[in-house]
């Protein structure tokens, strides 16, 4: 029904008739008040009036108040010059960090870190969250795992393909939808009680593949598939199928938009696709002053547009048309666009400020960066509890002590071994003894360092957990973990001071149980000089002196000499990556698809036996094929034009990447019109109806001409003159 009635306000085009616009704006408001406003849905829900943005360059994570326009929070949670992914739903904040592929989820109740989870660094990961649930998908190796929204582990069964996967989104009704690599649509959604994800349906699109990208609504999806010009929407109730010139290259699509307006844009071409009801718009944004358009958001029933480079973000109506004036923005990087609450905040990584557009259009700035805001370590420990109080006897106590009644002094330390602390609750845990610290790894940006202890006394009182703290002259000053073992690791950040030369670190280890906190040990320890894991010999840790069994005196003259004692352990490898610059890629061949190519490898020693991950990266398109280190062939996706290609691995910790030597391949070479009718020149917009396309042949042609030509000399004398001078609209 929403399609019909734009498709009469499209068709009449009365513009200027007031009395038209007062009717149209009536209509159109009864029919928000009847469908909701579904347009102002997009990347991130936030329903509590606050909105987390990422501060990559500082590896933190800020919460601002877009009403007062102030930073209220300041989460550290990765080393600087992050790739930080924020999405924050139903009550959850999950933080993806591309650099070394680590999710976090958050309590926001109390800002601790209540669960973490190890995957793959870069373009290869994709975390959605849809009705309080967590899904994780792993794109190459085609899985989508449902994980606990506070520990982030497996529940259940994840769903297998059985192929690489192309994108995958899920709609505001809870229904997951997949594409694969070979351009079948599925849609899945999880059955609890089975503990498993259900294939509802699966479709197989003619024209979709690896370069597909879906946007979700609020029920249903848009696929692009835009490296064949294929549009297609599905499960809305109202699908469309239609179509566009063939756009290959990169598709930044809207995170999420409502149905009646979809954008997606091609940064290499210059281009953003909206599909619009029953039409597909192509937008040249280098004629808007905007060569590299960024990823769109819905707002205001219009397309906010982030333009790379350029400091601003353009504003399109749905016919592809100038929406507003463009929106500039703070810093020099590429803008990034949140909806927050009817709200958008636009930001750029390491500006000081941002900019809030309201729901009417009004913008006004907002402070991101705020140093004298205190830095919240989400690894710091817990409050311990208050132990409940004893409950009271059912007969009054003796006054005296007859009958032997030793009871001990409220005061009077408990049992246990020194170090534990009675309660009338019971006794904490002994010292943690035995601290050591060890480097495992180091890299330009960043120090790994393992922590291990012995375990602590548990007093009669299980110990259920450690809290690690190191503290040192670094970005944040403080890094906590806490674990049931008796070592962990911590991730230091070097930022670009002698800290990661020659810095000290204090470490304290305490144990927990449900009483509280035992004293900590410690130990302080310097960061060594060169590349080489150091560590510190664990002090021997001995039990009290018992009586020693009689024994025979020694011969005269015959002294003794104690056993030599155990050295101590080796401390564990450092991950490490192969040599960087290596020939690995030795040819690069045609294969019959022309979108893509084949990589043949040799692999080096170092390389082959990598005990890390290795995945094959075009550069140009960004997109990266996990492989098993020493795999000989692959078949890659490429783009028009040159491809750069390299094989990259990464450190099993996920610490730092290398690149081997890069090879350049050239592809397909793109088509000037297709079979669709090219007008080019100078115009700006070029619509195509979402509809199968019908070949009326040469004749059919020429009367295309003659009737745009008409349609042209009519809409230009109706037409105000801004929208056709200034920026070549029609």
């Not at 498709?7 to 009449?12: A, I, L, T």
């Not at 297609?232 to 990169?250: A, C, F, H, I, N």
């Not at 420990?381 to 001990?408: A, F, K, Y």
């Amino acid at each position: 029904m929403w399609q019909r009635i734009v498709g009469v306000f499209r068709r009449r085009r009365v513009r200027d008739s007031a009395s038209f616009g007062a009717a149209s704006l009536g209509v159109l408001l009864l029919v928000g008040a009847a469908l909701g406003t579904g347009v102002a849905r997009t990347a991130v829900d936030v329903s509590d009036g606050l909105t987390w943005l990422p501060d990559n360059p500082r590896g933190e994570v800020v919460q601002v108040n877009p009403a007062s326009g102030r930073p209220e929070v300041r989460l550290r949670v990765a080393g600087g010059d992050a790739q930080l992914d924020v999405t924050q739903k139903d009550g959850l904040l999950v933080i993806l960090n591309r650099r070394n592929g680590q999710i976090t989820v958050m309590d926001l109740a109390t800002l601790l870190a209540s669960g973490r989870r190890q995957a793959q660094p870069g373009p290869a990961t994709t975390v959605l969250v849809s009705h309080g649930r967590i899904y994780v998908v792993d794109r190459p190796g085609g899985t989508i795992a449902d994980a606990d929204p506070v520990t982030l582990a497996d529940l259940g069964a994840p769903w297998r393909a059985g192929k690489p996967l192309a994108d995958v989104v899920a709609d505001d009704a809870g229904v997951v939808w997949a594409a694969d690599y070979d351009g079948r649509l599925h849609s899945l959604d999880w059955v609890g009680e089975a503990g498993k994800f259900r294939e509802k349906a699966s479709e197989l699109v003619q024209g979709a593949g690896p370069g597909t990208v879906l946007v979700p609504h609020a029920k249903g999806v848009t696929l692009f598939g835009l490296d064949d010009g294929v549009v297609r929407q599905v499960g809305t109730g109202s699908d469309v199928s239609g179509s566009t010139p063939k756009l290959p290259g990169e598709v930044l699509a809207a995170r999420s938009s409502p149905d009646a307006l979809v954008p997606a844009a091609v940064p290499g071409r210059h281009t953003v696709v909206i599909v619009a009801g029953e039409r597909v718009v192509r937008v040249d944004t280098a004629a808007l002053g905007c060569p590299e358009p960024g990823r769109p958001v819905v707002f205001r029933d219009e397309v906010y547009v982030p333009c790379r480079g350029q400091g601003k973000v353009v504003v399109l109506d749905k016919a592809g048309r100038r929406g507003g004036s463009d929106v500039r923005t703070p810093g020099s990087g590429d803008p990034e666009i949140v909806l927050d609450d009817g709200r958008l905040v636009i930001s750029a990584p390491g500006a000081e400020r941002g900019v809030i557009v309201d729901a009417d259009g009004a913008t006004h700035s907002v402070t991101i960066r705020s140093p004298s805001l205190p830095v919240v370590n989400p690894d710091r420990p817990p409050l311990p509890e208050v132990p409940s109080p004893p409950r009271p006897t059912p007969r009054p106590e003796r006054p005296d002590n007859r009958g032997g009644d030793q009871r001990r002094s409220p005061d009077s330390p408990g049992p246990g071994i020194p170090g534990g602390t009675s309660t009338p609750g019971g006794t904490v845990p002994g010292t943690p003894p035995g601290v050591t610290v060890a480097l495992a790894s180091r890299s330009a940006s960043e120090i790994v360092v393992t922590v291990s202890w012995g375990a602590a006394d548990d007093n009669g009182e299980k110990v259920t957990g450690y809290t690690v703290e190191a503290t040192g002259d670094f970005g944040g000053g403080t890094r906590t973990a806490q674990t049931t073992s008796t070592s962990t690791r911590l991730t230091i950040p070097c930022d670009g001071g002698t800290f990661c030369v020659n810095g000290r670190l204090d470490v304290t280890v305490t144990a927990l149980n449900r009483v509280g906190a035992s004293a900590a040990g410690t130990r302080s320890w310097t960061v060594p000089a060169g590349n080489q894991p150091t560590s510190e010999p664990p002090p021997p840790v001995t039990d009290p002196p018992a009586d020693p069994p009689p024994q025979d005196p020694p011969p005269a003259n015959n002294p003794t000499t104690d056993p030599p004692a155990d050295p101590p352990a080796d401390p564990p490898p450092a991950a490490t990556v192969p040599t960087a610059g290596a020939t690995v890629i030795t040819s690069i061949t045609a294969t019959g698809n022309g979108y893509t190519r084949r990589v043949t490898m040799t692999w080096p020693g170092d390389w082959a036996g990598h005990d890390g991950t290795c995945q094959v990266v075009n550069t140009t398109l960004g997109y990266g094929a996990a492989i098993t280190c020493g795999t000989t062939t692959l078949d890659i996706d490429v783009d028009t034009g040159p491809n750069r290609v390299v094989v990259r691995a990464t450190a099993r910790d996920g610490s730092r990447s290398v690149d081997s030597a890069a090879r350049s391949v050239q592809g397909p070479r793109e088509p000037m019109c297709g079979k669709y009718l090219c007008l080019g020149s100078g115009r700006i917009v070029e619509l195509t109806p979402a509809a199968r396309s019908t070949d009326f042949g040469q004749a059919g042609t020429g009367a295309g001409f003659l009737v745009i030509a008409v349609l042209v000399q009519v809409l230009g004398r109706r037409g105000r003159p801004e929208e056709s001078t200034e920026d070549g609209v029609r």
